[in-house]
């Protein structure tokens, strides 16, 4: 990076932070502290939902996963939409109308504390360590491209989120995350104009596009049912819906953000906003991958795109067969290149059947790339065990790095930054807030408290911070995506959480006791199918949502609850 990039990526942080320091001035109480006073407008609570969702994850893994596979990934929030209905018509005005601070507070009004305690210390496992992976994910990427040293980033990563999060609370990170979403955005829509200017100036994006087709990248939808396909219509639309219920539904760190609302009308219209702006937003993303795909087309791709690693391979005791890989890789990029000059012509002459002959030659190239890749990829494990090999979470960094102009560079890794301090102080705050309401409030007796909820809230947000550093610390003994990593954690827990909330709000007769080892054998099946590979992870939050549901209707038979159920959620 140039110095000018530096300059614009040191001063648009500097810029952030001191926002929402500004934001978080004056005295506040523990419901300012945690749910802003519930005072924000419906276009806060929308982009305060959507920045704690896109992660860095999303913006460096996702235009790599449309790079190496595709616009199918996209299919995985098709069930988005119909969640952000269910949410609005059932979840919002509950959790309004029993005034919570965190989901799980009405779990105990509804059964007892033991299914509370459950449900809370099941997504504080699930969240702590997922928080760890969103400062993992960007700070390995961004260490490896820029020279850094892993552990120093995810220093910073955790880091610069608990500057203001400690500080001001939810108001301070509602406001940020509207500056933060403003940012992302329009860094990723100029990185996706200027992949399009970098083509061949005979090329347009509609020939792009074709090029894209005719590889096999433009495969948004995928109608086949088959349970172990993770990316097609019916894992989406069902798989999805379930999964995005729970996280948006039960997840505090969601849940959180449109708590925040004025009213239940401002919620619910700002989550309805994030239903209609999410799956665009995500196709946005894929379509920059696939761009660069097309721009690989043209120009020499790296062979491997975590570059740090490939320098080690050239001047290590492995050279000499990497350096038989790299010449495979010439020839095959010659081959490629001929067959995108005859598809380029193909298509200017509207020649169809010329057309599909030099697609077909494409994908048979590309194939071939792609095997060689994995084989470098086994290369770079047997150079360097510790080495990260996934080499889709470097794709669209190495292209900003390569190819993008010196300012541009600096903002788009200033836009990295920002996005993971969405998500990061999304996640200090939920932790924070769920411990203080759904832990601390319930063990230790208000005449034995010594320190103010604010205060004890600001502690317990450093401490998670650090927890999640920890966590972030150790995170590289995982290998693979990491969009997909957070997805299946996610998957784990979320369909038991959402089960548990299911029956509280839709079996009115079912018990605590009930529901309490209903979710307990549930969680032990999900896990099972998970360990034994039975079925694709967005399945696994049906199976563990329904699975709670049935159970906890048979052992209410078998375990009749002599709790009063008092709450009425009708």
Not at 130 to 154: F, H, K, Q, R
Request: net charge neutral; charged share 15%; proline share 2%.
């Amino acid at each position: 990076m140039s110095s000018l990039d530096w300059w614009v990526l040191s001063s648009t942080l500097i810029i952030l932070i001191g926002y929402g320091l500004y934001q978080s001035r004056g005295k506040q109480n523990f419901d300012d502290f945690s749910r802003a006073g519930q005072s924000l407008p419906w276009y806060h609570v929308g982009l305060s939902v959507m920045a704690t969702q896109a992660s860095a994850i999303t913006f460096l893994s996702a235009p790599g996963q449309g790079f190496a596979d595709g616009m199918r990934f996209v299919q995985f929030y098709f069930g988005l939409p119909l969640a952000m209905i269910v949410l609005s018509i059932t979840f919002v005005p509950i959790f309004h109308k029993l005034n919570v601070y965190t989901a799980y507070e009405f779990l105990e009004k509804r059964f007892d504390g033991r299914v509370r305690s459950l449900t809370a210390g099941l997504f504080l496992l699930q969240r702590g360590l997922s928080t760890g992976l969103s400062i993992y994910a960007p700070a390995i990427i961004l260490s490896t491209i820029l020279g850094w040293n892993i552990y120093l980033t995810n220093l910073i990563m955790g880091g610069l989120v608990l500057i203001y999060t400690v500080t001001g609370g939810t108001k301070a990170i509602s406001h940020t995350h509207l500056t933060q979403m403003l940012i992302v955005t329009v860094v990723m829509v100029v990185a996706g104009w200027l992949t399009v200017r970098l083509l061949p100036e005979s090329m347009g994006l509609t020939d792009a596009l074709r090029v894209a087709g005719k590889a096999g990248r433009l495969n948004l939808i995928d109608t086949k049912f088959d349970l172990q396909n993770r990316y097609n219509l019916w894992s989406g639309l069902i798989g999805g819906f379930f999964l995005q219920l729970s996280y948006f539904g039960t997840d505090q760190s969601q849940v959180g953000r449109y708590l925040t609302g004025q009213s239940i009308t401002q919620s619910r219209v700002g989550l309805l906003m994030n239903g209609l702006l999410k799956v665009p937003m995500q196709f946005l993303i894929l379509l920059v991958g696939v761009l660069v795909f097309v721009f690989y087309q043209f120009n020499e791709s790296p062979l491997f795109f975590n570059q740090q690693e490939t320098d080690r391979l050239r001047s290590g005791p492995l050279a000499a067969e990497f350096q038989l890989l790299d010449s495979k890789h010439q020839a095959l990029t010659a081959t490629r290149r001929e067959a995108v000059a005859e598809l380029e012509v193909a298509i200017q002459a509207n020649d169809d059947k010329a057309v599909s002959v030099a697609g077909e030659q494409i994908r048979q190239s590309d194939g071939e790339l792609t095997k060689l890749r994995k084989d470098v990829a086994t290369l770079v494990q047997r150079n360097n065990p510790t080495a990260d090999t996934n080499d889709v979470n470097y794709v669209f960094l190495r292209f900003v790095l390569d190819h993008l102009p010196h300012g541009l560079i600096g903002l788009l890794i200033a836009a990295l930054f920002i996005a993971s301090m969405g998500s990061i102080a999304s996640a200090y705050s939920s932790l924070s807030s769920t411990t203080v309401v759904d832990v601390y409030n319930r063990i230790v007796p208000a005449s034995s408290q010594t320190l103010s909820e604010v205060a004890l809230s600001r502690w317990l947000t450093l401490g998670w911070g650090v927890f999640c550093i920890i966590v972030a610390q150790f995170a590289n003994l995982i290998g693979g995506s990491m969009i997909e990593i957070v997805n299946v954690l996610g998957s784990l827990f979320y369909g038991v959480i959402l089960g548990i909330f299911c029956v509280a709000f839709y079996l009115k007769s079912v018990g605590g006791r009930a529901t309490f080892w209903a979710a307990v054998l549930a969680e032990a099946i999900v896990v099972g199918c998970y360990q034994f590979d039975l079925m694709a992870f967005l399945w696994l939050n049906v199976v563990g949502c329904l699975l709670v549901m049935l159970f906890a209707l048979i052992l209410n038979r078998l375990l009749p609850d002599r709790t009063d159920m008092a709450v009425k959620i009708s």
